[in-house]
């Protein structure tokens, strides 16, 4: 909306301008000055929130996102932005306004706002968050072993139902605190529905404004703005609620409760924390103190075996020596679990006999209160391969607790050539991924979801005992000074000192460390870095300063002739890069979201890169030409969108992989897919500009996209459009022209199944449907190839076609023969349709919704019917999977379906301003009137309730069941 708005505000600004009358020239160019930066200031601002709203549009709809407390308020300010333009906009035409607006403080002010909210914008990192978080999230659990452990959850089961509001859970490293905290956490979420569980993970290098910062970020609340520690408790007090229940694991010392908020004051709050020291239970305290002690003989070998995933019983011989080696484990579950994962699948007594030898060396034994445990960790992770274990040991890099991306995990392993750098990009992720797979499966990592794994704190002390003297670690939030010289001794081989609060580097510092590696400062508002740090680290191979406030590297960077690696990603202030034509051993280059306004000096001399990316450096306007010519063996390409990439260049890359970046027309596309579709596994083009993220940061694994924005599709006869449905996964058409003929040629066109999952066509004003009746009816009879398209469709999404009719023209003329289930639509999961106003009904034939999960109409004027069911076709229709319906905005829908609704998944019902629709047809089954138990939230907009109250029900027990289940909300929805 702002864009429109905008444009039309300039638009007007720009024509008085041209008529208005100056005294003398300097006067005129100081006024087009003015007008010329409030432009660009609005356009970007204007561009950005097109992105967001976009963004928002897309994961909002199905109801599993939402956005975020800061996202909510900058679009609040756009909004305030737009009413200002709006108000201006009418005095335009006013006497004396163009000089007294921009002469005086109004473009001033608007410009400064402008630009406010343009860099806030710059720091958003993701914009939604997951729904389901604002309870709480269901953690991955493992069985509980032992009559102990159950009596324990079972003892606190009783005190959550009392009014006992604080428990602490105290034993040794490894005995399973955490694992009884996580099946706590589950019960929770499940039993007590209107409880709300935030678990944080505390360790040892903790700090008070971390935590206040986690607790925040559940409760949506934003606390950037406040710096002193007790004005943000009291904020956390008001904003945390009742029913609130706080899980603090691995606790170390004594944390004041009135400094997260004060919880225990407010009503239903529970407290409950996990620790080594009864002590600290007595100090927070804790109503009640449970103890997780040891395993028994026979629990622990039950354990073992449930670990050891047997499919056979063991031989008896070696049942006994697997007895010798559970013992060793002295009842500590992790121990167990660790040891159990190592010997999966071993078979032969000899191996067994050798194993437990190894673990009675009393070389393996630890000074240490927890000896036995280190013991076992220490001899499972001798068991793998060196490859592995240099894998594992790098996770420690890792903050105490930190869960860990594994995308971002194997790209590191890539980087420090942990992995076969000889094979394809893609290879090598199989090969980090399997490394990955194989330390979870030894219980050597832990796997928190299907993105991420974190250490346990033990298995990490025993990686940093391992790696002593070699590697510095220092993952103490907010650490505001780098280690001092003394700490930096020669031996390093490795130093992370991410995720910390280090702002610079003292002037003059130089540490003397000929063996390091591996530098990681990522994470860190660090804006100064002196020539002198790197002058004795000529052996680096990686240097990470990823998201740094770093603007102007220093010129020693260029001496680092051993570097292989260089990440900068995210340094949104760097502009000035040294020369790195020395850096001929350089394979990875990564200066996305910078802003470089020019290719860094002496890069065309890197004729060892495999890694380039630039991608969203809006800076960026031209590269050098010929440049990709220098790098032959590259693999992964990384462009902005809105440079035009020399496709000739890129085509002769014949090791390319990966490339995301624009083109200049749809030509250019056809040929690069013709050229280098069978070779690359990934890639994302924009044509003509475009938004360029896709409503995201495509992921390694991102299926092929392309984004066609504001091209002349009906003047490119003579290309051959097919070629874009080959090899896509996402095809987004956004104000383009031609549409209409292009689709339907596309369609008729394809001569093999199409790969394409997700349709996105926007404002493409000639667009009326997919196919005709006539073109629906003859496919139908001959199962035209039209169809390979169509059925593999997943995803629809239109929006602003101003001449959409329906999916399918005059669906509902009887078709004989009936189509096959699999020919149209069969793949089809979600459908979400907005600002379509001459649509009446939705045209889509009823037997292809089978698959259907999510159902979205918004804001079309005068659709009057969803789903129509032909003559003949039956009195309950049937959508099994279908789990959302949003209904928003329809003036006229006088039908949701002209027959009864059988939804036997459906989650979410969600209407808004529907006042038109008299009956909800929905039917509940032949032997019981209960709704399905798998709806949870009917949510009504505040101002329905009337409406809702007076709908017609099929049996007169609806209404009642399912009011319950109804929420009305004040909050007014729309897409985009």
């Known amino acids: 909306m702002l864009k429109q708005i905008t444009d039309s505000f300039l638009s007007k600004v720009e024509e008085k301008l041209v008529e208005y009358g100056f005294d003398t020239s300097g006067d005129k160019t100081n006024l087009k000055s003015t007008f010329e930066d409030m432009r660009n200031n609005l356009k970007s601002l204007s561009d950005k929130a097109f992105d967001v709203e976009n963004t928002i549009k897309e994961a909002e709809q199905y109801g599993k996102k939402k956005r975020k407390r800061e996202v909510e308020k900058w679009l609040e300010q756009v909004k305030k932005i737009e009413n200002q333009i709006r108000t201006l906009e009418r005095e335009v035409q006013t006497e004396g306004f163009l000089r007294k607006f921009l002469t005086g403080d109004q473009a001033t002010q608007l410009s400064a706002n402008v630009n406010k909210l343009d860099e806030q914008s710059q720091h958003f990192g993701e914009l939604l968050v997951d729904v389901y978080k604002t309870r709480g999230e269901p953690l991955l659990t493992t069985n509980l072993s032992g009559k102990m452990f159950k009596e324990n959850l079972e003892r606190i089961e009783k005190f959550l139902d009392s009014d006992k509001s604080s428990i602490g859970i105290y034993g040794m490293g490894g005995v399973g605190k955490t694992a009884l905290a996580k099946h706590i956490n589950n019960i929770i979420l499940e039993k007590y529905q209107e409880s709300r569980v935030c678990w944080i993970t505390v360790s040892q290098d903790f700090s008070i404004k971390k935590l206040q910062d986690e607790i925040a970020h559940f409760v949506g609340l934003d606390l950037s703005d406040e710096d002193n520690e007790d004005k943000r408790a009291a904020r956390l007090n008001r904003a945390i609620g009742n029913n609130f229940i706080l899980i603090l694991d691995d606790v170390w010392e004594k944390i004041y409760k009135e400094k997260l908020g004060d919880l225990l004051r407010l009503e239903g709050c529970r407290l409950i924390l996990t620790t080594r020291s009864s002590e600290v239970c007595c100090q927070m305290g804790c109503q009640e103190k449970v103890e997780v002690k ?33 013992k060793v ?30 673990l009675r060396d009393p070389n393996m034994v630890q000074d240490d209160m927890e000896d036995e445990v280190f013991k076992v960790l220490k001899y499972s992770l001798h068991r793998l391969d060196l490859n592995h274990q240099l894998c594992f040991l790098y996770c420690s890099l890792y903050g105490e607790g930190f869960e860990i991306n594994t995308e971002e995990l194997v790209k590191r392993f890539i980087s420090e050539e942990l992995v076969d750098i000889r094979k394809s990009r893609k290879s090598q992720f199989d090969q980090g991924h399997s490394i990955l797979n194989k330390l979870v499966k030894v219980c050597l990592l832990e796997s928190v979801d299907q993105f991420s794994v974190k250490m346990h704190d033990l298995v990490r002390s025993m990686a940093l005992k391992i790696t002593k003297g070699k590697n510095l670690v220092f993952s103490k939030l907010y650490l505001k000074e780098i280690p001092n010289e003394g700490e930096w001794i020669r031996e390093l081989e490795k130093v992370s000192l991410m995720n910390n609060n280090m702002i610079e580097i003292p002037d003059g510092m130089s540490p003397d460390c000929p063996k390091l590696t591996t530098l990681i400062l990522s994470h860190n508002p660090l804006k100064f870095i002196p020539d002198s740090f790197f002058s004795k680290l000529g052996n680096l191979c990686l240097l990470d300063l990823s998201n740094t406030d770093i603007e102007k590297l220093p010129n020693s960077l260029s001496n680092l002739e051993n570097l292989k690696a260089l990440n900068l990603r995210g340094c949104r202030h760097l502009v000035d ?8 051993k350089l394979r990875e280059l990564d200066l996305s979201h910078t802003r470089i306004e020019k290719a860094p000096l002496g890069m065309e001399e890197l004729a060892n890169l495999i890694f380039l990316s630039l991608i969203f450096v809006k800076s960026l306007k031209t590269l050098p030409e010929g440049l990709f010519l220098n790098f032959p063996l590259l693999q992964c390409l990384r462009l902005p969108y809105q440079i035009e990439a ?55 694994n991102y299926g092929n996209a392309v984004h066609l924005y504001h091209c002349d599709l009906k003047n490119e006869e003579e290309e051959d ?33 199409s790969s394409l999952e997700q349709l996105d066509i926007s404002k493409c004003g000639e667009m009326e449907c997919f196919l005709t009746n006539e073109q629906f009816l003859t496919a139908s009879q001959e199962l035209d190839s039209c169809f ?55 045209g889509l034939p009823l037997s292809e919704f089978q698959n259907l999960k999510e159902i979205c109409i918004s804001d079309c004027d005068k659709i009057e019917e969803i789903i129509e069911v032909r003559e003949g076709e039956g009195r309950v229709v049937s959508l099994p999977k279908l789990r959302s319906l949003k209904l928003w905005d329809l003036p006229r829908l006088k039908s949701i379906c002209n027959t009864m609704l059988f939804c036997g998944s459906i989650g979410l019902i969600h209407l808004q301003e529907c006042r038109e629709l008299k009956k909800l047809p929905l039917h509940f089954g032949l032997t019981s009137p209960s709704p399905p ?42 897409i985009g």
Not at 294 to 311: G, R, S, T, V
Not at 671 to 681: D, E, H, P
Not at 798 to 817: K, R
């Open 294 to 326: 040891k395993l028994h003989a026979n629990e622990a070998w039950d354990l073992f075996k449930q670990i050891l995933e047997q499919d056979i019983a063991l031989a008896p011989e070696i049942e006994e020596i697997a007895k010798n080696m559970v």
């Open 329 to 358: 484990c002295d009842g500590l579950p992790l121990g167990t679990i660790v040891l159990a994962g190592s010997m999966r699948g071993e078979t032969s007594i000899r191996v067994w006999r050798n194993e437990l030898e190894k």
């Open 577 to 584: 890069i040294p020369d790195l034509g020395k850096l001929k």
């Open 646 to 700: 020399p496709v000739e260049e890129i085509l002769r890359l014949n090791h390319l992989e990966q490339f995301w970046g624009g083109m200049k027309n749809v030509s250019d596309v056809c040929k690069f897919s013709r050229c280098r579709q069978s070779q690359l596994t990934s890639f994302v083009i924009n044509v003509n500009g475009g938004v360029g993220d896709f409503g995201h940061w495509p992921g390694e």
């Open 721 to 753: 459009f097919s070629m874009l449905f080959h090899d896509k996964k996402f095809l987004r058409v956004q104000n383009c022209e031609g549409v209409r003929n292009f689709l339907l040629d596309v369609f008729l066109k394809l001569n093999k199944p």
């Open 788 to 842: 390979f398209l169509l059925q593999t469709l997943k995803h629809i999404m239109l929006s602003e076609l101003g001449n959409f009719i329906g999916v399918i023209q005059n669906v509902g003329v009887a078709i004989e023969p009936r189509l096959p289930q699999s020919a149209v639509f069969s793949s089809l999961r979600s459908l979400s349709i907005t600002r379509c106003h001459k649509m009446r009904k939705l």
């Open 933 to 974: 138990p798998t709806l949870n939230n009917i949510l009504i907009w505040e101002e329905d309730k009337e409406w809702w109250e007076s709908l017609e029900w099929e049996h007169p027990t609806h209404s009642h069941l399912l009011q319950p289940l109804v929420t009305f909300d004040s909050s007014h929805y729309s």
